[in-house]
């Protein structure tokens, strides 16, 4: 495949969805009022695990969490360009502080399930009661992950990133990864990126401003993106250039990968010239 050399690692709340997967379960359910009274109590991950308890001792099943999850917002085009960039044959991947029941919904209600090799995010499952349960991915209590950076107690995605590099570094061929986040535990997993490597972080975002902030401690090329046209636009961009300099430095012909990445892209998707890209600088 054109693009079997790319590696694409993608939060998923705000950058896959275009909301807060926990959020916009709890809204939905009319369960807010209590989700912002317990906030100052307990973790975040914690949290939602009692609201799961709470919403089930008042009589919400799985089949009404499933059909609030379905009806979670998301651009087509960013569904276009997962499914484009999994057609090309990228290795994609999702890190996320969600959860693996509210993920694999969405991602399945989509047809983009089968386009994932590994989703790294915090446990669910529904226990004989019909309750959904949430844990830690870190167990925090026990086995702290000690991050400086500002990474919430139950996942460092830095150290995700950090396994996702050890295994792609005993393969045979270089691998080049693009990751896209917009939130604040986005950040620690840019500083891991190497050169040659893409940062896309979602502008005006947590992740944005911290990336522009602190610039000069990103070794890989960033690049913003905020909608889901730029989304498509900026990944499907990379995926190409990569792949074109690839072929390049190994003499294939570059023009024909161009022709492929092309034809795997919907009518109407953004794959002129990227001149308007918006870059941070050094």
């Not at 998301?74 to 360009?81: E, G």
């Not at 960039?85 to 990228?90: E, F």
């Not at 386009?115 to 529904?126: A, K």
């Amino acid at each position: 495949m054109a693009a079997s050399d790319v590696v694409v690692v993608m939060d998923f709340d705000k950058t896959i969805i275009d909301c807060d997967s926990d959020n916009w379960v709890v809204d939905e359910l009319g369960a807010t009022e209590l989700f912002n009274q317990l906030l100052p109590t307990m973790p975040w991950n914690s949290l939602m695990d009692r609201m799961m308890k709470e919403l089930h001792s008042q009589g919400t099943k799985i089949e009404d969490i499933v059909a609030v999850l379905k009806r979670t917002p998301i651009h087509s085009r960013i569904i276009q360009a997962i499914k484009s960039a999994y057609a090309l044959g990228c290795d994609m991947k999702i890190v996320s502080d969600a959860n693996v029941f509210f993920i694999d919904t969405i991602l399945k209600h989509h047809g983009l399930k089968e386009c994932f090799s590994e989703i790294n995010t915090n446990p669910s499952f529904v226990d004989e009661e019909g309750r959904l349960r949430i844990f830690p991915y870190h167990d925090f209590t026990e086995h702290p992950h000690g991050c400086p950076h500002p990474c919430p107690p139950n996942m460092c995605k830095a150290i995700v990133i950090e396994r996702i590099q050890a295994s792609l570094s005993a393969m045979e061929e270089k691998k080049t990864i693009i990751y896209m986040g917009d939130g604040l535990g986005d950040f620690c997993p840019s500083l891991k990126l190497g050169d040659g490597d893409y940062m896309l972080p979602r502008k005006d975002f947590p992740v944005w401003d911290l990336v522009c902030k602190n610039r000069s401690l990103i070794k890989a090329e960033v690049c913003e993106w905020s909608n889901g046209e730029e989304f498509e636009h900026a990944l499907l961009h990379f995926i190409t250039k990569i792949t074109i300099d690839k072929s390049n430095t190994n003499g294939n012909n570059a023009a024909q990968l161009y022709s492929d990445c092309k034809v795997q892209t919907m009518p109407g998707s953004s794959h002129q010239a990227f001149s308007q890209t918006l870059y941070v600088p050094h």
